[in-house]
């Protein structure tokens, strides 16, 4: 997984259950952040210096930008998460091996929506729009 990041570096997600914060100048790691238990499958910035990843773990991480720290896991999939993107309102959604599509609340991190009807894995979603 990798994401570009406000400030032009860059994050990258791996199995090895880590998330590397890279400077796109000198090619150094600036930051490695752990708190997954299992491989990042996705990122997506989220806003506010904050951005989202998955995890086979199930979960999802809402991480400070600037500090490297976890602020927010949301848990509700079953299966590995695949994918994660940001709504207009700041709300993220993540698609899941579950068959669901879930819409988190990143101020509470409840779930404030599952969406059901596919017969497969959610490999991808993304925000459409006018």
């Given at each position: 997984a990798?994401c570009?990041?406000?400030d032009g570096?860059v994050?990258?997600g791996?199995?090895?259950?880590?998330?590397?914060i890279?400077?796109?100048?000198?090619?150094?790691?600036?930051?490695?952040l752990?708190?997954?238990?299992?491989g990042?499958t996705?990122?997506?910035?989220?806003?506010d210096?904050?951005?989202a990843?998955?995890s086979?773990?199930?979960s999802?991480?809402?991480w400070?930008?600037?500090?490297?720290?976890?602020?927010?896991?949301?848990s509700?999939?079953n299966?590995?998460?695949?994918?994660?993107?940001?709504?207009?309102?700041?709300?993220?959604a993540s698609?899941?091996?579950?068959?669901?599509?879930?819409?988190?609340?990143?101020k509470?991190?409840q779930?404030?929506l599952?969406l059901?009807?596919?017969s497969?894995?959610?490999?991808?979603?993304?925000?459409?729009g006018d």
């Amino acid at each position: 997984a990798l994401c570009v990041l406000g400030d032009g570096r860059v994050a990258s997600g791996s199995g090895d259950e880590t998330i590397k914060i890279w400077n796109t100048e000198t090619g150094q790691c600036d930051l490695t952040l752990t708190g997954h238990s299992k491989g990042v499958t996705a990122l997506f910035a989220v806003g506010d210096g904050r951005w989202a990843s998955g995890s086979y773990d199930f979960s999802i991480k809402i991480w400070n930008i600037w500090t490297g720290r976890c602020d927010l896991t949301l848990s509700g999939h079953n299966r590995n998460v695949n994918t994660v993107c940001v709504l207009w309102d700041g709300r993220v959604a993540s698609g899941s091996f579950d068959q669901t599509i879930k819409i988190w609340n990143t101020k509470t991190g409840q779930c404030d929506l599952t969406l059901t009807g596919h017969s497969g894995w959610v490999s991808a979603v993304c925000v459409l729009g006018d």
